[in-house]
């Protein structure tokens, strides 16, 4: 799988991040919460991320229609 960042709340690494695959899906990055009361099944995982992050995502992607 290919994988290339998007967005993130920073340049390191270990912050939330958003890549995009090419198998036209994406990945995100974020903390795991333990507090959020959902049954998840075992093959799936919740991540938590900013706001923000996707709101830079949709300005990004906006902004790269316009060039």
């Given at each position: 799988m290919k994988v290339s960042m998007l967005v993130s709340t920073c340049d390191i690494?270990?912050?939330p991040t958003i890549y995009a695959t090419d198998r036209d899906?994406?990945?995100v990055q974020g903390e795991?919460?333990?507090d959020h009361?959902?049954?998840i099944p075992a093959n799936e995982?919740?991540?938590e991320i900013p706001t923000q992050l996707l709101l830079d995502l949709i300005r990004k992607a906006l902004r790269d229609q316009l060039v």
């Open positions: 690494k270990d912050r899906t994406l990945l795991v919460p333990v009361g959902l049954e995982g919740i991540v």
